[in-house]
């Protein structure tokens, strides 16, 4: 296999040992992808012969050098035994401006008052959700998860306190973050507004809210904001929300993390407005 020149890229995915991408499914995922730069790629020699040719089927469009090597090597590397043969030094990852999430948010309610949902529709009611400095690298991915199982329009997040799009959200994410729309604002307060300019309304999930989730109207155009895991929500950002809703609590802990309370949430979100669809 001939060696490529490798694209240059001086950003990494955090630092050097947190930028290692390894594990069949999630590098082959970010290769069909297309998305996530890739500053290198390694394989393990020993690898059936069509996974070689795939890898290199894939990587060959997006100006990447596949380096084959030995096990040993790729363990020395990625400082772990799973990468399956796989390893990659992952860029950093090419999230989206405000000037894209305006722009996104107003295309989205466009098309759907312009093509209502239905049952058989493949347009669905605009949803966002922003994560209010989730710091957590496993939640963030599991959040990416979920956003990605109801089809979300877009992730807003922040510049600072929250966690980077690292090799180890993609995991978590199980594969997700390579196909989320995902916006990076300076102020999110500044999102929010223009979130609500483009007529979403504005839902924060708080435990300490009087109201639970399944009596509010969540069946049309929706932002859910997801806060911090130790300090919730910020008040400037709660501060412009239309409403805040909780999820009912049984047993005798009375919060869930974020990543599950933000998959409960939107689920609900798309129950309600399937449902309206199906009237």
């Not at 390894?22 to 069509?50: C, M, Y």
């Not at 919730?232 to 999820?247: F, K, N, R, W």
């Amino acid at each position: 296999m001939k060696s490529k020149n490798r694209r240059s890229n001086s950003g990494l995915a955090g630092n050097h040992q947190r930028s290692w991408l390894w594990g069949r499914h999630a590098v082959l995922e970010t290769l069909k992808a297309g998305r996530w730069p890739i500053v290198e790629l390694f394989i393990d020699s020993n690898q059936p012969e069509h996974e070689l040719v795939d890898v290199e089927r894939l990587a060959e469009p997006l100006n990447i050098a596949v380096e084959l090597t030995d096990p040993d090597r790729l363990t020395q590397l990625s400082q772990t035994y799973e990468h399956q043969g796989f390893l990659a030094r992952m860029g950093e990852f090419p999230c989206e401006d405000s000037e894209s999430l305006m722009l996104a948010a107003h295309t989205a309610t466009q098309i759907a008052a312009a093509i209502p949902t239905t049952p058989d529709s493949a347009v669905l009611v605009p949803l966002f959700v922003v994560c209010d400095r989730i710091q957590d690298a496993h939640n963030f991915g599991a959040i990416l998860r979920s956003c990605d199982a109801m089809k979300l329009d877009g992730i807003v997040i922040g510049e600072r306190y929250q966690s980077a799009i690292t090799p180890h959200v993609a995991r978590s994410s199980a594969g997700a973050v390579n196909h989320q729309r995902i916006f990076r604002a300076p102020l999110l307060t500044d999102a929010v507004m223009m979130l609500r300019q483009a007529e979403f309304q504005i839902i924060a999930a708080s435990e300490k809210s009087p109201t639970p989730l399944w009596e509010v109207d969540l069946a049309r155009p929706t932002v859910v904001l997801i806060g911090s895991e130790t300090s919730g929500i910020a008040p400037e950002l709660l501060a412009l929300c239309d409403t805040h809703v909780a999820i009912p609590m049984l047993g005798g802990v009375n919060s869930l993390n974020a990543a599950v309370a933000a998959g409960i949430v939107l689920y609900e979100c798309r129950r309600q407005q399937m449902k309206r669809a199906a009237l």
